[in-house]
């Protein structure tokens, strides 16, 4: 089968309250997706491991999702470079460590990869997602609904959304 040129992976856990952001836009995605042929994949994962940067092979676009505690509200949208940071030797790896490992076996630059990063207030085991994160899901759902009428690169760059 085929790659896909675009790559839209996520990141949470649907059992840690607004850890599920993620997975929970990653449904709609895969919703909206079915009523529309596009050239995603979707992929879906607790966390970014060392693995994930094959992922990355043979795609011209990359969009990482997650949940995050602090930043902007509702969601943040930026670019992404390689960089080793201190999440590069754990099991939990940030999306620019990935980055930077495909660059490490691949001896290739990645391809251009954004980060999609909503906003929430509680990850505790259990907890249902709250208010907050559930307003900021919608926001960030129909920010990526614009981002996939246009697949490309440039189209992108100029929805990033830079801190004030």
Not at 3 to 17: E, Q
Not at 51 to 77: K, T, W
Not at 101 to 116: D, M, N, R, S
């Amino acid at each position: 089968m085929p790659v896909k040129p675009v790559l839209v992976f996520a990141c949470g856990n649907l059992s840690r309250g607004d850890d599920a952001l993620g997975p929970l836009i990653l449904e709609a995605i895969e919703r909206q997706q079915e009523q529309q042929a596009q050239p995603l994949e979707l992929l879906c994962d607790f966390q970014l491991q060392i693995e994930h940067a094959l992922d990355l092979q043979q795609r011209v676009l990359v969009l990482f999702i997650d949940a995050c505690v602090a930043g902007a509200s509702p969601f943040g949208f930026t670019e992404l470079s390689p960089a080793k940071d201190n999440s590069y030797t754990t099991h939990a790896m940030s999306p620019a460590a990935v980055l930077a490992v495909y660059q490490t076996i691949t001896k290739q630059a990645p391809p251009p990869c954004f980060l999609l990063t909503i906003k929430g207030e509680t990850f505790g085991l259990g907890e249902k997602l709250s208010p907050a994160a559930e307003q900021n899901l919608a926001a960030a759902a129909g920010f990526v609904n614009g981002l996939l009428v246009d697949l490309t690169t440039s189209a992108w760059r100029k929805l990033i959304i830079t801190s004030a």
